[in-house]
């Protein structure tokens, strides 16, 4: 499975951005990670197959949104109140178990990365 994430740039905070990342074939859960400089790869937010189950990271909940369309096998990332700290490259990845993680090792399919930059 291959993906392919779109959407990134540069916003003023309490700006938003809509990341969304395609796959070319069928997954279950899908999520997004992101990156800063200097920083570990941390979730951000994740959603089952039904997209009846999602996950969010404490500093994004309420402003951060995930869904899915299955029919183009695409997961989307609404982002709104942006901040600063959220300035990062945004992964997107996918597994093949029904079951939500948090942790990037049970993802083996990743996409390339798009930057979001928010600026003060």
């Known amino acids: 499975v291959q993906l392919q994430a779109s959407g990134g740039g540069s916003v003023q905070a309490g700006g938003s951005l809509r990341l969304s990342c395609a796959a070319s074939?069928?997954?279950?859960?899908m999520g997004w990670f992101r990156q800063a400089p200097g920083k570990e790869r941390e979730p951000v937010a994740h959603?089952?197959?039904?997209?009846?189950?999602?996950d969010y990271a404490d500093s994004v909940k309420g402003r951060f949104t995930i869904s899915r369309d299955n029919a183009k096998n695409t997961v989307y990332l609404q982002m709104n109140s942006l901040k600063p700290e959220d300035t990062a490259v945004y992964y997107c990845a996918a597994r093949d178990r029904p079951s939500i993680s948090d942790y990037p090792d049970d993802y083996p399919y990743w996409g390339q990365g798009t930057q979001v930059t928010v600026s003060s």
């Open positions: 959603i089952n197959w039904s997209g009846r189950g999602t």
């Open positions: 074939g069928r997954t279950f859960t």
